[in-house]
């Protein structure tokens, strides 16, 4: 199966191939800003960002939406079969992605009738994932490609067979009209609008007055809209946001108290606890030519 087009300028590292899945972790080296046309034929397409996206990256399906709205790309983001989606970013650099192809029938079998209406609303919520089983999976089967022992494929077929049916729930949990329970668009952007502003993360209650809605509301209705707690979410986006920082000349001290630490101290123990590593160890292996992450 070749590359597609919008990752001409990738390099497959490494991949493992199951009946129910084709799984490669991808490194990109862009010079530029992408701007490239990304379609998908008999496959479900899932990318999971290792590394922080390139600023504003945003994808458009063009044929259904024309061609002035994007909407953001987030950590994860999904392309279904059959679509063709533009992506933008506003500037290039190095990222590396799991990515996992799932053939249609493998997820569609578990669809009522056999299928999904791929209606606006169900293309825009694929384009930013925040789902941990989702999340959990796509990272279980980047750490069976990168390092594959004894029994991984039957490892990550068995993994791969567990996300068909987490995607299948996600986008059938999603259709017309607001969901039963959830947030509105205009809240959700909101939310991301502030977490993404420099300085200590937002109170529930700072982010609850700015939907209008109580605490509790807000707690639910973001479950409901994104299926994970709000709390996760806002340390992912903080974990995120550091990535980001680690890959400028700011120092890890000052990289710490612009995100609101209390301290070097905590800042690394936040990040490891969420990543694995230190920053320091995150700086030097984004660094590293032979790097993937």
Known sequence: MPPPETYAESLFEAELIVPSALIRIMRLHLDQPTDRLFYRTDHYWLDLCLTPRPEKARGCYRDRWGPHRYEPLGEIFLVPPGEAIHIRSETGGRQASVICEIPAAAINCWLDDGGIDWTDRRLAAGLDITHPHMRACLLRLADEVRHPGSGSAILAELIARQLAI?????????????????????????????????????????????????????????????????????????????????????????????LGFASPSSFAYAFRRATGTTPRQFRQRRLSPSSSG
């Open 166 to 258: 987490e995607v299948a729930r996600y986008c059938q949990a999603i259709g017309e009209g607001p969901v039963s329970g959830g947030l509105s668009s205009w809240q959700l952007r909101r939310i991301e609008e502030r977490l993404h502003e420099p300085g200590a993360p937002p109170s529930l209650a700072e982010l609850a007055a700015l939907c209008n809605l109580s605490a509790r509301q807000l707690t639910r209705g973001f479950r409901t809209a994104r299926g994970c707690s709000i709390g996760n979410h806002i340390a992912q986006t903080r974990i995120d946001m550091a990535k980001r920082h680690l890959a400028t000349q700011q120092s890890i001290k000052e990289i710490a108290f612009a």
